[in-house]
């Protein structure tokens, strides 16, 4: 049986990810979108973890937020 987008936890720590560099550079999920090329409600429903999101937009996501791929995508470690 196939996971919904909000079942996997990559695609959360993929969200929070997103979410905050694109707060920490102070941009609306409008300016993400139109850098990267994709649709504004795009963007809310990937940062949501509402929509799995493809290898090449997880390329154009990053360039649009000047981190590295693989950034978006480092699970946090506790403690």
Not at 6 to 22: D, G, I, K, N, Q
Not at 57 to 78: F, G
């Amino acid at each position: 049986m196939a996971l919904k987008p909000h079942e996997c936890p990559l695609v959360e720590v993929f969200a929070a990810h997103v979410r905050m560099r694109r707060m920490a550079l102070g941009l609306s999920q409008e300016q993400l979108a139109e850098r990267a090329g994709v649709h504004r409600t795009y963007v809310g429903m990937l940062e949501r973890s509402e929509k799995n999101v493809t290898i090449y937009n997880i390329e154009r996501i990053a360039k649009a937020l000047a981190v590295e791929p693989a950034a978006l995508l480092q699970r946090t470690q506790a403690p």
